[in-house]
């Protein structure tokens, strides 16, 4: 017997009601998105979702693109899985990168990404607290609004260290190259 | 005015007549394709292609992912486009890697493609013979029977360098790691 695979594609949802209640949306650059009451976070293509009920993001799990392996092994020893019991807080914070980021070469990416902006090293401060899955849209097609999702999870009191996180990144090198950036912060509806 | 968006997303699709026609299909690891007369390169999603015709295949240029700098800087030098008029041989190359080249990292997946397999500078001694273009499909979604279409244009008196060159990368450690080659050689119907 084989496994079923790991699903890959994921979609976020603006929804009336569902699993997670929006605290809050704010637009950090560029434009934001409709409110809604509500996020529906599922693991297929979006095509299921009512157009009606707004917005739908998609993203897909890919093979890593920066982390190197001595860092992988550090990662894997210290994070843990989303969907933790105690993590009754989540955020999702979809990025769109400029025209600039993308013509870099891989050695220009690295450079920036961890030399001067430490990316990596951030996040390791911050684990095991903040559990955090990212997904990739540019590749999906042409026409994605964003370059990348990332979904986080934590405890309530652990969100004052995810807004250090988030501030850490956004003063970095890598930032400059963030052209649309929404903080959307949720609540587990119990 | 903004000039029109270059085209990311591609379609190469079998069908009963076409600009190209199909010399020969060789199925180099895993599963073949079906044979086809005639092949379509469109600047789209393979929708408009009737699924009678045969199979569509879909990928997006994207960045680089291995190339450096100094990479980039020659190649940008020695290369030409696509579709020049003595160009009248094409191939079509769909390849899929195994989930063990997935999971490696940045560094040991650049460490297999140049230190150990000179992908990138087997590539530079064809130029500017050999024109390609890259496109990805393993973002696109987790259903593509492919990881990556390079689609290659040449001089028929050219073919012979392309086949060693081919045969190079395909003696290199990178080659462990290709689960499944398609090799399709065209000819332009003119």
Not at 42 to 55: E, F, L
Not at 176 to 187: C, P, S, T, Y
Request: charged letters at 25%; aromatic letters at 8%.
């Amino acid at each position: 017997m084989h496994a079923p695979p790991v699903p890959r594609l994921f979609c976020f949802a603006a929804a009336a009601s569902g699993p997670w209640r929006v605290q809050r949306m704010q637009a950090l650059a560029g434009a934001g998105l409709a409110d809604t009451p509500c996020l529906v976070v599922r693991a297929d293509d979006g095509s299921r979702s009512s157009q009606a009920a707004g917005w739908v993001l998609r993203g897909i799990t890919s093979n890593d693109r920066y982390v190197l392996r001595a860092e992988k092994t550090q990662l894997a020893d210290r994070q843990q899985g989303l969907g933790r019991s105690a993590a009754t807080r989540a955020a999702l914070i979809p990025i769109r990168k400029s025209a600039a980021w993308w013509v870099l070469t891989q050695d220009e990416r690295r450079e920036v990404f961890e030399a001067q902006s430490a990316h990596i090293a951030i996040g390791m401060r911050y684990l095991p607290a903040i559990a955090r899955r990212l997904h990739h849209c540019r590749d999906l097609g042409p026409g994605e609004p964003f370059d990348f999702l990332t979904w986080f999870d934590f405890a309530p009191q652990d969100e004052p260290a995810f807004d250090r996180l988030l501030d850490a990144l956004r003063r970095s090198p890598e930032w400059d190259f963030v052209e649309r950036e929404v903080d959307i912060r949720l609540a587990r509806v119990d």
